[in-house]
């Protein structure tokens, strides 16, 4: 094992294990360091093998998994706190991977969605697309909801927001057009 001389907090003074931790575990979902940790500094367990940073933002488990928060970059991804995002902003089409949300424990809390440009939502009619649970959508035109609705709006760009609904989900199926907003699921 190597580690940094501030990644512990108490180290043995008796005998052989002179200088040796006093002992340590992680916090099952965080793999934060607990017990004699200091929540700083930097372990490497050659035996496991795991890395970890005392902080818990970064680890790599003897299985593998790596964990990587608070930010950075891969492959011109940058990594956020709850996803990944392309390299560009949002005004030129970036494409935004979100996880969900995140509780205080690092547990996703909900499921995620992809979207791009500003288009964050399966309601948001700005230009771009979502994909998420409850549906996918194309800019102010197409909307395609998780029970099967689908709005489809007017073939020219104008300010009317009309759109054709198509609604094959009840025995009082029908095809409408003229709505003016988004009707939700």
Not at 38 to 64: Q, R
Not at 108 to 137: K, M, Q, R
């Amino acid at each position: 094992m190597i580690y940094s001389g501030n990644f512990w907090k108490n180290y043995s003074t008796d005998g052989d294990d002179d200088g040796l931790p006093t002992g340590y575990t992680y916090r099952s979902k965080t793999y934060k360091p607990t017990g004699n940790a200091n929540e700083a500094g930097m372990l490497i367990d050659l035996t496991t093998p795991e890395i970890y940073f005392g902080t818990g933002n970064f680890y790599v488990t003897k299985d593998g998994y790596v964990h990587a928060a608070k930010g950075g970059d891969i492959a011109g991804w940058k990594i956020g706190e709850q996803g990944l995002y392309s390299n560009i902003p949002k005004a030129k089409g970036r494409i935004t991977l979100r996880a969900g949300n995140i509780d205080a424990e690092g547990d996703v809390i909900g499921p995620g969605w992809i979207y791009s440009h500003t288009h964050e939502s399966l309601t948001d009619t700005g230009t771009g697309f979502y994909l998420g649970a409850d549906g996918l959508s194309f800019g102010s035109k197409v909307k395609i909801t998780s029970t099967g609705q689908m709005y489809l709006g007017t073939g020219a760009v104008s300010s009317t927001r009309n759109h054709w609904t198509i609604d094959g989900n009840t025995k009082d199926s029908y095809i409408a057009f003229g709505g003016d907003t988004w009707a939700a699921a």
